[in-house]
């Protein structure tokens, strides 16, 4: 198997095998942990390993293409276009200009502007409808969460997925008014969907939306 990195730590007393997300394989073993065990697993694992090996290319194939043509921004893409002169690392005009380059940190810088847009944009919404429904939360908090786009604790804090910064705005119009309505309602009654529908109608069409298309939401 090629690819192989092993390290060895006093701490650990067990073998994990994590496959990288650039596909190579990275084996954490207790210290003295005989190198035959370790290819051996490897070999009993391989069919594993390979599988997960294809996920994440195809993962990777899939990201690539999904930026074929530029970068989302509340539903519309932009063309990237690297090492413009300008004031800001990044800027969103007619296509998304980045102060840089370097093609190896795009999704880093990227994904920081993204979040920053978001916090602006999402907790402008959030006060929006919660002046509407008369709403009393506690904080809102930005999440990196795979699956979930938002949630609401019961200490009212209310906490939002910033990729929803690249959905239509009333994707994360809906989200808002979700999360909002859990304030009032901890569940996903009837009484729950009529506070949603109160604050937004449209509620249903942009629900859908997101089920269909959160995937491509990605750096
Ligand atoms: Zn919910």
């Known amino acids: 198997m090629k690819d192989v990195t092993i390290t ?13 997300p650039d596909g190579s394989v990275r084996v954490a073993a207790p210290s003295l942990y005989p190198r ?18 294809q996920g994440v290319r195809l993962r990777m194939q899939k990201t690539k293409s999904l930026h074929e043509d530029g ?13 413009k002169n300008q004031k800001e690392l ?9 102060g840089s380059s370097s093609k190896r940190y795009v999704k880093t810088y990227l994904t920081s502007w993204y979040k920053q847009q978001a916090r602006k944009v999402i907790v402008e919404r959030v006060h929006h409808y919660a002046r509407i429904s008369g709403s009393r939360f506690n904080a809102i908090k930005l999440t990196s969460a795979e699956t979930r786009w938002g949630s609401c604790s019961s200490q009212r804090n209310l906490n939002f997925n910033w ?8 994707v994360i119009d809906y989200v808002v008014a979700h999360e909002l309505a859990h304030l009032k309602e901890m569940n996903h009654s009837r009484d729950f969907w009529e ?4 604050m937004f109608p449209l509620y249903r069409e942009y629900r859908t939306w997101l089920k269909r298309h959160g995937d491509t939401l990605r750096v």
């Open 163 to 170: 990729k929803l910064i690249m959905a239509p705005i009333e």
């Open 71 to 83: 970068y989302l921004y509340l539903g519309k893409t932009y063309p990237l276009e690297l090492g």
């Open 8 to 20: 060895r730590s006093f701490g650990r007393s067990s073998v994990t095998i994590r496959i990288m």
């Open 195 to 198: 506070a949603v529908r109160k």
């Open 36 to 53: 035959f065990f370790i290819d051996r697993l490897l070999k009993e694992k391989a069919d594993w390993i390979r599988e997960k090996q």
């Open 90 to 98: 990044i800027e969103l005009r007619d296509k998304l200009y980045l």
